[in-house]
């Protein structure tokens, strides 16, 4: 840094910074924190990416706010979009095309709105699996991924509420639904849908309410978890991919000024450029099509947002049960696949983390993240729920498959009922032996390196295969493998003859300490690693000699169908002669 | 040979001033083991300006094309559609705006990291963690400061006032949850059974078809047919209630099929010679059902593909509903009309709780 009076910017950056710091002593956190590193790696964008399509979820919603009518009240289209001219529509219908039509630039803004909200959602999915999979909910970071699971629920109900608003043919159906939803919980759920929607449905409240939901009430909730979701990861420091000289005691990175900084606000203009230029180009929810909301009518191939689609196929595959107790009507064909399965689902999800530290007796802190090999059943797990999710999802699109692929859709639903069943588990056990299958052959490149696919011949005849070394980044990685072990078994009494009296909490403890960790393969000692990976080097060095001549700078040429260099002896013994 | 434990590369106290900071203040140092090659920029003074060059260039064309976004926002026409390829008839104006704009913003950040990647430093740097659980010492102060709090006012002493706190905190919320109650103002004698079990459909009242509202007679009806259908008075409904809460529990479909193909009805002679009237809401969630397959007399829901045998009492045969779709019987008025000899037996649409009782 060079003296200030050759840089003005500097140096008004400098007075406001003394300004700033006489009045809010800012400078003793700037002192600490400018500097804070932050670990690189491309999977720690995707969080960024929901930071960043929320910021623009924000400023685009702002502008729909100050066109949009949030009204059910009944009026006679008379804007430019022609097909519609006076027909009959409410003023939430007729101001949301008044934003694709007449406002300038406002299908542009619609467009972004909900593309970024498409985005928003699939980054925070796709965050919440690299999350899971490494690890990087274990302890201290238990609270921030219960947030997280929060803030997954609420982006379900932020896009859910948003697109019931223009109250167009395909939302009100997704209303109507709901409402068939609400009806199925036992016991307050006729109610429950009546005062949802201020009566029968569907009523004229649904829309102002749900617009109060969606532009305070979540985005508000959002907004505050956002913050404690990011103070968390500031206190805690960001986790870090195993790596040469990157500890559980450290972090390595960037530092926030200014590399980190210009890296990730650069990224948020990225993200941003890019939904607008998605907005432009690719039309997304073109209500204009679908016509106003009206309770008789619906349209073939009616799917919701991506993120809804899960909870509809969950509805399409359930079977038709229903039945009458006591004189009472309990739906289980709505109830489970849109109450119960998404209630199981989110309640595992909070509850995963703590669940495993119990079952593997696991209290450390852990700041290196794991590689999803090295803890085979959680791997497991978030697969197996992956493929349920997965079948669900393409269960919500059966009737798009049998069109498009002239399927029988009776044969394609009974076949994902089928796969939902029988999947998850199979997925289960492929995943956890393909985990344990690498960490053997992690073991194996541990305890003798690289199999170099090259066989030689010994001056005495035997025949080895060249094994190299890892290189120092490879050898970091996997030897940041860290082994737990299976719990102690309960006993039921003492050798005084006392009663264990919590033994089956104990024993379920330990059944589920041996599911999660009795197949691990264990990773060599430093001392066998240091001996393999010198032994390998060993292996590696009497190839030497033909190295050698590998570094001559000629061209090799074809003799009876052989490359040779001029000059290349033709065997093994050869060189070695040639080299005395 | 290398280290081999995660442990190893520990090695923060090597600092060196590679950044032109004060690492020591900052509290970082360039990790030792970590290798690192110099980029083209760092050696070659000539590609470190072309670098510098390329920043400038993408913020300054950032400049133009924000320019060019508000000369497209004034200079064409909202209502110009124009052909482009692969994105078909377009709005001129939409695609026009999100292509200047889009690019103008993302310039900017492809210009802020091709600054960082080319020419701020690229040495990874260590800090070191802390345990996240505090000192003991301050540890010992919280533990303190709160057992002087709880001394101080006599929490633990004063049970009655404990209990009596507690009491009230868990009290005060409820008025906050019965206000909600009245979300639905409920008019003076009704309640969700009888709302949702009773429709528009009374005895006599004629059947209006969708769209013109006119009168049906069964001639209008070919056999294989399928129209959608209403109340007469719907639309006076509507206006008086000023919802569609009635076309949405009333709305019915009309199929005229060969009576010889009715297998069953769900009353007898509620059909009209090969006429049946059954609710177009579905049992399942309430979308309106709608494809109708005239061979096979099967009403399909477009939302979760329940499927309805509507010449045999409207039973499920496919699909997550639960129920048959409710039938309503009809016959013809003095002057040939179709119309409904009485409402629907049971409520239409989605199940609910108290549906079946007594």
Redesign the interface.
Known sequence: ?STTADHPVEQVGGATAKYVDQRLGSNKFL??N????FP?HWSFMLGEIALYSFIVVLLTGTFLTLFFNPS???VIYNG?YVPLKGVQMSEAYASSLNIS??V??G??IR??HHWSALIFVAAITVHMFRIFFTGAFRK?REFNWIVGVGLTALALGAGFTGYSLPDDLLSG?GL??I???L?????????A?????????????IIPRLYVAHILLIPGIILALITVHLMMVW???HTQF?G????????????LL??YM??A?????????????????V?INPIWIFGP??????????QPDWYIGWL?GA????????S?IA?????W??LI?TVVIPGILFTGLALYPFLEAWATGDKR?H??LERPRNAPVRTGIGVTAIVFYGILWIGGG??IIATTFDLS??AI?RTLQIMLIAGPPIAFVITKRLCLGLQRKDREKLLHGYESGRVLRLPHGEFIEVHQPL??KE??VI??KEDLHVLPAPVKTDAQGVRNPHYRVDQLRYKLSSFFLRDNVERPT?AE??AG??HASHSAALEAPLNEYEELDQDPVGHGGVLHHPGMPTTNQEQVDQRQ | ???????A????ELGHDE???A?A????SP?????HRLRVTDTDPKAARRAERQVASMFTLSMVFVMLSVVA?VMID??TIVYIPV?GE??A???????T?????????????Q???KL???V??????H??VSDKEEDNLAAADYERGKEESGFARYKIIRRSLLGAMALFPIPIIVV??D????PPGEN??E??SNTLWTKGKRIVS?GTYLPVRPEDLPVGGLV?A?PEGILEAQEED????A???A?IVLVRMDPDQIRSQQGEGWDYNGILAYS??CT????????YEQRTHHLLC?????TFDLADSGA?I??????NMPQLPITVDEEGYLIATQDFAEPV??????????
């Open positions: 840094m002192g600490r400018l500097g804070k590193v690189d059910m009240v009944e430019s039509f007449e300038r630039g299908l542009l467009q972004m201290p159906t109507q639904i409402r068939g939803i009806q199925s919980i036992p016991l307050v759920g006729t109610w849908a009546f005062l949802v929607f201020g009566g029968e449905f569907p009523g004229t409240d206190t805690q420091k195993p040469p000289g990157r500890t559980n005691n450290n972090v390595v990175g960037y530092p200014p590399v210009a890296k606000g650069g990224f948020f203009f990225i993200v941003f450029g890019i939904i607008a230029l998605t907005g432009g180009l039309t909301y009206t309770p008789d009518q619906v349209s073939a191939g009616t509809d509805m399409r595959l359930m079977p038709n049960w229903e009458v004189g009472f009507t309990i739906s064909n709505v696949p802190e700041h290196l059966n009737d859709i009776n639903s290189n120092y050898l970091a030897s940041s430093d690693i240091a990976q010198a | 040979m290398n280290k081999i434990t995660p442990s590369g520990d090695n923060d950044h032109g900071l690492p203040k900052l509290g970082y990790v030792a083991e970590i290798p926002y909202k209502a994105l377009v709005g104006s939409n695609v026009a705006l999100g292509l704009f889009g690019i103008a913003v993302f310039l900017i950040g492809a210009g802020a990291i600054w960082a990647k701020m430093p690229d990874e740097v260590v800090q070191q963690r345990d996240m909600l109650r979300l639905w103002i409920t969700p059974r709302l949702l969708d959608s209403l000023h919802n569609l809460n076309r949405g529990k709305a177009k809401i399942h969630v309430g979308c309106p059902t709608a494809l477009p939302c979760h593909q329940s499920v496919f699909g997550p509903a639960a129920r649409g989605p199940s609910f709780w108290e549906r079946d009782r007594a």
